[in-house]
């Protein structure tokens, strides 16, 4: 049995198909990069790991058990955007989810046990390179240190799946390949399995052991929302050539006019 | 250059700013002067001279009757007032605000009745409030209270909401339970909101306090007013007028500092 498994995955809202017959079994420290023109339901199928959305028929299985319907600690999750809290400190923030598992009803922790916890945190603060900035507040933070900041918040929990939704679509090019590094880095580190939502094309290639491209098969001009995406590509990283690469990128790109137009 | 791009410097913009203040007591200064150089008696405008006279005699003068202060004793009476009134109303507002914003099954139930709350005219239950309550202080202190509470709710509710998703799905990714959500991401980034809705009901309050001390009171700005009201006496009530609002300028600005002090993030842009 493989930790997650996806059986015959169909996702619609009313009328309008976003996914059709998905299949997909992913091992465990896995890190799989989803790409697709946008509208092809890689982020929806990502909220449904998340918990955050649930299918419309089959199966979504995490070690043969069905997912919960309601996001839990077991996987953590970066958002492009808002995904530290504002109203704390760098390391309050990372030290939030151990408080809240600990305490249950304060939700804080004090003397000895929070000291305990705040050597976690200055510990993963290391690890992404912010101990510089750990009494800092998120608004003082670049973007991309703030996306450090929620990957460290999402570790420290050790979730046994972290999801990124577009994590460095909002950074600066030479800022991304910086995360990219730390993120390869981690997760050598840590072996969590990883499900990475881009946009960039070029960054699945690059990034992770498995490529899964979400694209639609089969279009119709006069109803564009008859028929849904599903993954046309599942490769393993590494083992690609450049022609491969182009043809992907061909297909996406059509199918992002389709649905334009 | 357009006008719209004409920005004024700071010496310029004080100026311009202290402008209308000037223009108006010279307008009032120069009526006044002419009233009363026909008449000396007049009560309609009265000239600085007799409402220093006043002021000195309502609050640096024990009262002939009473032995008080009466400035003193109907300042305190009405800041006691609205005190518990705005307090109690932002209390409440925090609660259910929370509650509505959070949990979709208590907003299902109580939004609506909110939103009909906010509706009621509150001046209009008034009466209801002093056959309920007596005339005694809670009657006016519930008329403050159902005056501000039920927009602070909404207004509460609403900052909860537009909360980002992603931070509600963050911390449940951090295991929090729903208490948690509340007492950690909710309450404290709404804190500040509170205290900017308090500013903005505190109008709404003046105006309920004012109001009903002036239906029903023995002490209170709003009393006094109304009682000097029927001798005429611009001197005490000009004075009185200037005196509330500069009470509500330094109210307004203490919660304004106390929100910068206590939440830094917030006024830094962090939110």
Known sequence: ????????????????????????????????TLVG??????????KMLLGQETQTRGDLLLEGQTFPAEPDRNRGIVFQRYSVFPHLTVRQNVLMGLELEQRPLLGKLFGSARKEALEKVDDMLARVGLTP??????HELSGGMQQRLAIAQSLIMRPRVLLLDEPFGALDPGIRKDMHELLLQLWQEIGITIFMVTHDLHEGFYLGTRLLVFDKVRN???????????ITYDLPIGQMDRSLLQDIDQSVTNTARHQAA | MRLINRTPGRLTATALGVLPFLILLLIYGLA??????????????????????????????EDRRSGDYLMWVDSLASLERLGMGVGVAALMALVVGLANGVLPLVRANLAPLVSALSMVPPLAILPILFIVFGLGELSKVMLIVIGTAPIMMRDVAQRVRELPTEQLIKIQTLGANSWQVVTRMALPQVLPRLIDAVRLSLGPAWLFLIAAEAIASTEGLGYRIFLVRRYLAMDVILPYVIWITVLAIVIDQCLRLTNRKLFPWYNAGGH
Not at chain 1, 37 to 46: Q, V
Not at chain 1, 133 to 138: H, L, R
Request: overall charge negative; proline content about 6%; some cysteine.
């Open chain 1, 220 to 230: 119709d001009p006069h109803d564009p929302n008859a028929y849904g995406a599903t």
């Open chain 1, 37 to 46: 023109a946008s509208g092809c339901g890689k982020s929806t199928f990502l």
């Open chain 2, 32 to 61: 006044s002067q002419q009233r009363l150089a026909e008449n000396p008696n007049d009560k309609l405008l009265p000239g600085l001279e007799q409402m220093t006279a006043a002021v000195d005699r309502m609050a640096f003068q």
């Open chain 1, 133 to 138: 900035s750990a009494n800092k507040w998120p």
């Open chain 1, 1 to 32: 049995m493989s930790f997650i498994s996806v059986n015959k995955l169909w996702k619609q809202y009313g009328d309008q198909v976003v996914l059709e017959n998905l299949n997909l079994d992913v091992e465990q420290g896995e890190f799989c």
